[in-house]
């Protein structure tokens, strides 16, 4: 089993940046992939960034071009960098690690872009 632990949410002004930060303990060797979900008010929890151990990254359509999402395996840390963000990008972020036979999500952490 793989712990998560996300910080880095807060409030922030439309056009405003925020870091998210991921911090992975546990059997972290077998970690294949992480990602970041959002799960926005009312909606289903919806995948935002992944990034696989070769460093080989995806994002959705909503936030390509606005986040990044990086890794520091030294510190078993993954982030996720978000600049330009919208009302839109309200939602608790999720951070997940899949290790080839399950996946662990963390607590989640909360954004919030006023507008």
């Known amino acids: 089993q793989v712990q998560l632990v996300e910080s880095g949410g807060g409030l922030v002004q439309t056009g405003g940046s925020l870091r998210l930060s991921c911090a992975a303990s546990?059997?972290?060797?077998?970690?294949?992939?992480m990602a970041w979900y959002r799960q926005r008010p009312g909606l289903q929890r919806e995948l935002v960034a992944s990034?696989?151990?070769?460093?080989?990254?995806y994002y959705s359509e909503a936030v390509k071009g606005r986040f990044t999402i990086s890794r520091d395996i030294a510190k078993n840390t993954v982030y996720l960098q978000m600049i330009s963000l919208k009302f839109e990008d309200t939602a608790v972020y999720y951070c997940?690690?899949?290790?080839?036979?399950?996946?662990?999500y963390g607590r989640g952490t909360q954004v919030t872009v006023s507008s």
């Open positions: 990034i696989t151990r070769h460093d080989d990254t």
């Open positions: 546990g059997r972290i060797s077998s970690i294949d992939h």
């Open positions: 997940y690690a899949w290790n080839g036979g399950r996946g662990d």
